[in-house]
């Protein structure tokens, strides 16, 4: 059911949910709210993603975007009962309004559960000092959806606070899996690495932050012609681990001793990647002393 609604406020559109939920049937067991706040270029993908995670995690999912009009006004639209077990309200805000989102979407978040907010692109400097970030106990960014990813993804290790993520460290769960199966299996001391990925592409620096607060062993991060991250060599004193992913989809274990395997390891769309990100609410400590290596990682390569 797709109820829009012109020139609105937070209490109408409450109640046109209460009207709606009256005929489709109750919300079965939402356990949070989503923010969502793209920009107008990020909006349809965004709102895809948000419905593709609705139909896994039951939510109130609140997508909010700026209009195009000088004219001071709200416009929501309902999706409710359309294909997914909770809520998805998306709002555009005009005019002046533009500034005061946070005004409008207080009074719609569902009372005492977890809210998240999820900036798909461009997000503030300081995520969780954002009048929309203080509303969320989790706040999900995206460097790989900036026009500069590596600046962005230092710039917020500079500001990264408890609760927050981003889906940059998200994109490496399969990549941080295999390695640490691949250590958990030959257990000769590292003493090395190295991680190839695409020009300014923040996952392969987030992967060698990673490996080098793990390790605790210096670890280069080197550019080439990608896509994405295309390869990890863990020096060992038996030997080189080895992961090659050339292609995005399919990559090339090697150890020593041990025969060459191909692993799938195919590149993830946006909604696979914030599906996983709601499976968890509490604060990410890997992820955050990951970032807490970034700036001693980029130091290291300029040296």
């Known amino acids: ?11 109408q559109i409450q109640n046109a949910i209460t009207k709606a939920r009256q005929s489709v049937g ?18 349809d993908d965004a709102f895809d993603a948000c419905l593709a995670a609705g139909r896994e995690h039951p939510s109130r999912i609140i997508i909010a975007t700026d ?3 000088r004219t001071e006004r709200l416009d929501a639209e309902l999706h409710i009962g359309d294909e997914i077990p909770g809520e998805v309200i998306a709002l555009k805000f005009h005019g002046e309004l ?11 978040l569902l009372p005492d559960s977890p809210v998240i907010a999820w900036w798909p692109g461009r997000a503030p400097e300081d995520a969780s000092a954002d009048r929309i970030g203080k509303l969320a106990g989790r706040r999900i960014t995206d460097a790989m959806g900036t026009d500069d990813p590596l600046a962005t993804l230092v710039a917020r290790a500079g500001t990264v606070a408890p609760g927050d993520t981003d ?26 690495g190295r991680v190839t990925a695409a020009n300014n592409n923040a996952g392969g620096l987030l992967l060698a932050a990673w490996l080098r607060s793990r390790l605790g062993v ?27 992913r050339p292609d995005g989809k399919m ?53």
């Open 26 to 43: 109750a919300a079965s067991g939402m356990v949070f709210t989503l923010l969502a706040i793209p920009t107008a270029d990020d909006y």
């Open 167 to 192: 889906l940059t460290w998200t994109r490496l769960t399969p990549w941080r899996a295999l390695l640490a199966s691949a250590l958990d299996n030959h257990q000769s001391p590292v003493v090395s």
């Open 67 to 69: 209009g195009s009009t």
């Open 251 to 303: 990559a090339t274990f090697t150890a020593p001793r041990t025969p060459p395997r191909s692993v799938a390891l195919r590149r993830r769309e946006v909604s696979a990647l914030l599906s996983e990100e709601l499976r968890r609410l509490d604060t990410d400590k890997v992820f955050l002393e990951s970032m807490a290596c970034l700036p001693s990682t980029v130091n290291g390569n300029e040296g």
């Open 98 to 108: 533009m500034h005061h989102k946070t005004s409008a979407m207080l009074p719609l």
């Open 218 to 244: 210096p670890v280069d991060f080197e550019a080439d012609g990608g896509p994405g991250v295309t390869g990890v060599t863990l020096s060992t004193e038996d030997g080189d681990i080895t992961l090659k």
């Open 1 to 11: 059911m797709i109820t829009t609604l012109k020139d609105t406020t937070s209490a």
